[in-house]
């Protein structure tokens, strides 16, 4: 593919608009330029509108696991874009548009370099699957849905081309959000013994929660500590009665050393313990995402090859870090050991999820060149 299609082929991908469903329209486009190159994929349905997509260039052992997720988020404020969000635009060297970095350069790349490597007859030996995901925004239910029907099952090692630039990252924190929900007896203000105040047990609990974890002492030697935070409360209905109901989210950023299940038996612990303290007390809490933190070799061959091959296409020795943020690999590497070889590496800089998102020309087309060499390499 020359430079021009190149381009276009990220233009086409972020035309489509995959703010949080919608990527059967990614999928399709995709499996059809990979059938133009003599590829066969598969669509494997979520739901009418979400489709994810794997295809596979050679045969046999080892298997490279390749990912980028289709979704984007919202594009938020449309009038504070200076450009289109739908309409990729070149400036100063920059490519503009939603999901230009987060992620569909990085998929694009993946794509591209699969289609260079099929058309020169590579690999000669093993197979790189490219695993295309669903709402990795929200949810992760598309790599859950994959690993779930024994995509990851062979695999050997996994690539993520998530935006994180000329960075390795081989270790991120698990993110776990909770509801937690007080039911209490709504009465009038000026009789306040007739009910029950949900909003001062959920109090009680929160600021227990918050001494707690959010010095628990738990850190991880390369992403720091654990991280708990109260996101929302809501409470009430009016400023003259007694609230009958009060509820609040948390967020918790979990480590290897202090896993989302520990944190959420933990916090089982404290509502049961307030609830048979409290006669009149009645929290529970319910889960709406969680998702494990995952950790990974730091000597693994492929994160050995990826910077061999970084250095030869950048110049730079290219360090490897952990972030807290997460990834599908949270699904992906579920039931893999902790010496698994795991690499996020993609186009991207500090703009997703913002508006003006933008990717680097250059550094989108140098990771095309870099994917066919590592997937060589590693083969
Ligand atoms: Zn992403």
Redesign the pocket.
Known sequence: MDETEKIQVLSDLVAINTANDNEKEVAEYLQNLLSNHGIQSQMIKYSDTRYNLVAEIGSGKPVLAVSG?MDTVDAGDIKEWDTDPHKLTERDGNLYGLGAV??KSGLAALVIAMIELHENNHPKSGTVRLLATIA??VGEYGADQLTTQGYMDDADALLIG??GGYNFVYTHMGSLDIKVTSEGKAAHSSMPDSGNNAIDHLLDFLSQANSQFKDTGKSDPVMGDFIFNVTTIKGGTQVNAIPGHAEAEINSRTLPEYTSDQVLSDIQSLVDKLNSANNDYHLSIKVIMKLNPVKAAKDSKLLKIAGEVAKDHTGLDVGKYGVAGT?DAAMFLRDKPDDFAFVMFGPGNDT?HQVNEYVNKEMYLKFIDMYKDIFVKYL
């Open positions: 997720h987060d992620m990795e925004e998530e935006p990834t997703p």
